[in-house]
């Protein structure tokens, strides 16, 4: 089986990474800690690339990443690439959204989508392939529920009635960016395994 390193720092998206490639046909391991990549890029997918390839040739591993965040309508798709750099901590980070929305109450005004980019590279550094989801919400005015992880308890989902964080794994991986955007990529690796 090809080994294949999970580069991210992020706990809560290690672990959803990690969930959707169970069964995979690929061996997962931990990018280690101290190998971090600056995201220089301006979009997802190009954040998502650079990490995977910058990570791919330091451990001349096979490798994937995940660049992801936050667009919300009101303050014209911000914070987007920028959604880890918002504020501090994922509570600081939460604080900051609900403040900056304090003047838009109405759920039409709070409509938001994540996005997640997600970027496999070869040992060599070369992006072997890439893919893309996107989950519409809208921001709550308050937080709900305890499961997940980062901005999870304000992003809320109609189609569902829930917030990310008051939904199980199944469902959050069902319809949310990052599931989106692993069902494409298992795919693609399914095909790579047997070139790995
Ligand atoms: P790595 O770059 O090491 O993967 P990171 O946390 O810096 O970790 P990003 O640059 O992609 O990752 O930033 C994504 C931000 O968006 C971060 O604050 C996450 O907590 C948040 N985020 C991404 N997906 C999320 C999800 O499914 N639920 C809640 N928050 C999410």
């Known amino acids: 089986m090809p080994k294949l390193i999970v580069a991210t720092s992020n706990p809560g998206k290690l672990k959803e990474m990690q969930a959707y490639l169970t069964d995979s046909l ?7 800690a101290e190998l971090d990549v ?11 690339c650079l ?7 330091a451990l001349n591993c096979w490798t994937i990443a995940d660049d992801s965040g936050l667009q919300v309508d009101a303050l014209d798709g911000a914070p987007g690439i920028y959604s880890a750099r918002y504020a501090n901590s994922d509570k600081e980070r939460i604080d900051r959204m609900l403040r900056e929305l304090s003047d838009f109450p109405e759920p039409a ?3 938001a ?9 070869r040992p060599d550094g070369t992006i072997v392939a890439q893919a893309e989801g996107i989950c519409r919400g809208e921001i709550l005015t308050a937080a709900r529920g305890v499961d997940g992880f980062g901005y999870d308890p304000i992003f809320y989902v109609p ?3 829930l917030a990310f964080a008051e939904m199980s794994v199944e469902v959050k991986r069902s319809i949310s960016h990052r599931g989106l955007a692993f069902v494409i990529i ?10 790995g």
Do not use: H, Y
């Open 26 to 32: 690929w061996e997962l391991a931990l990018k280690p």
């Open 38 to 48: 600056d995201e220089t890029g301006n979009t997802f997918a190009a954040n998502a």
């Open 51 to 57: 990490k995977a390839s910058e990570v791919a040739i």
């Open 109 to 111: 005004q709070r409509q």
């Open 113 to 121: 989508q994540f996005v997640c980019a997600v970027a496999v590279a």
């Open 159 to 161: 189609a569902k009635q």
């Open 186 to 195: 298992r795919e693609k690796l399914a095909m790579l395994s047997t070139a």
